[in-house]
């Protein structure tokens, strides 16, 4: 059979149904996982192999060594997944997998698994696009929509206000034009000596410091809906130059505030300026304690519906994978099998 000559099962039809159970594989950067889901919000099972031990000490992920990894964890993180949910090959509908953005060799592991997989098991393939995905963690463990919404999506490599308008529809708002925020951690911890990675380290540093200890720059606090993190961080390097002595705690709660300062004003704005109801955020700053704190605080503030998914769903995962693929199978039918990996796939609306 030609790859892309589709049998009925794999053109969707009862594997789109309701309880449709998608297995999600998600390999873009440094984690290896692997999820089944039922019906876009289920989640039977959700593994994370992470691969920090093997990229802590070169400060940052080296590439080759995530692909290689993957290589090896792939088929064992996805048998614990099917294990831990209790279905065989048998009982899944469909396989999602995250095919862009993210490292070229990192994400053609995950993808040539999920499509072998989905030949195997004669059901389809269907590719999902990371950043929407982490959109779709903010409503897997609160699915009550409340659409137009507006998600504050921080991430290591994007930083971006999106109205999701309906599903599979957005608009971005404002993005970063330098660094995404999760860059900035990780560059601020690297040069204050607190490891990789750095959002987590400065997470914890900043529990012992003062925020209003050094007051570092809030870019572009009040300009539009972009923002930019590179002034931040040169700021700190010069500080801290220029001040030796300082408290390393003082100074991660310090950059930690200005960081949060910014992004829950933004994300306030964009909801004032839409007319959205509910504001989420996702991806793996979304864990930062202060952040979370700020964000219900505005949420309340502002009479907004809060979406904060848990920790273990702001970094990535692949529940997320499966969720945003049963939507994108529900509403856009299976991906062809002809579908490559995108290391610089865009958001973009598909309906
Ligand atoms: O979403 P994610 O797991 O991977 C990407 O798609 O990039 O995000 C990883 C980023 C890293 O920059 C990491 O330092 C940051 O999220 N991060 C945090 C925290 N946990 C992870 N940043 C601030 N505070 C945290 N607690
Ligand atoms: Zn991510």
């Known amino acids: 059979m030609p790859a892309d000559a589709?049998?009925?099962?794999?053109?969707?039809?009862?594997a789109a149904g309701s309880d449709a159970l998608v297995l999600g594989i998600e390999t873009?950067?440094?984690?290896?996982?692997?999820?089944?889901v039922r019906g876009g919000t289920d989640v039977l099972s959700s593994v994370v192999s992470s691969q920090v031990d093997l990229h802590a000490k070169y400060g940052g992920v080296v590439p080759e060594i995530a692909s290689r990894a993957h290589n090896e964890l792939i088929i064992p993180v996805v048998a614990r997944a099917m294990v831990e949910a209790g279905v065989d090959g048998r009982r899944i509908d469909a396989v999602a997998a995250t095919t862009g953005p993210g490292l070229i060799g990192a994400l053609l592991v995950g993808v040539s698994a999920a499509k072998a997989l989905a030949l195997t098991w004669d059901v389809p393939f269907v590719s999902v696009n990371h950043l929407e995905a982490h959109l779709y963690a903010?409503?897997?463990?609160?699915?009550?929509?409340?659409?137009?919404?507006?998600?504050?999506?921080?991430?290591?490599?994007?930083?971006?206000?999106?109205l999701m308008e309906d599903h599979g529809r957005y608009r971005i708002l404002g993005q970063t034009l330098d660094d995404a925020a999760g860059e900035a951690f990780d560059k601020v911890a690297r040069f204050l000596g607190l490891g990789y990675p750095g959002g987590p380290a400065i997470d914890r540093e900043a529990m012992d410091g003062d925020p209003e200890a050094v007051r570092f720059p809030r870019s572009m606090i009040d300009d539009g809906l972009d923002f930019s993190f590179s002034g931040l961080k040169t700021a700190v390097v010069n500080h801290v130059r220029a001040n030796p002595d300082v408290s390393t705690p003082d100074v991660a709660a310090s950059f930690q505030a200005a960081v949060?300062?910014?992004l829950v004003a933004k994300a306030r704005r964009a909801a004032a300026e839409t007319g959205a109801r509910a504001l989420a955020i996702g991806g793996g700053v979304a864990a930062n304690s202060l952040l979370r704190e700020q964000f219900l605080t505005a949420c309340t503030d502002d009479g907004l519906h809060a979406f904060l998914p848990s920790r273990a769903m702001c970094t990535d995962n692949a529940a997320m994978i499966a969720s945003a693929g049963w939507y994108r199978l529900r509403d856009d039918g299976p991906s062809p099998l002809s579908t490559g990996a995108d290391p610089n796939l865009r958001l973009t609306s598909h309906r």
Do not use: F, I, Y
């Open 6 to 14: 589709a049998s009925p099962r794999l053109l969707g039809g009862a």
């Open 28 to 36: 873009s950067c440094d984690e290896t996982a692997a999820a089944c």
């Open 138 to 162: 903010a409503l897997l463990e609160d699915p009550h929509l409340e659409l137009p919404m507006v998600v504050l999506l921080v991430s290591g490599g994007h930083t971006m206000l999106v």
């Open 260 to 262: 949060v300062d910014v």
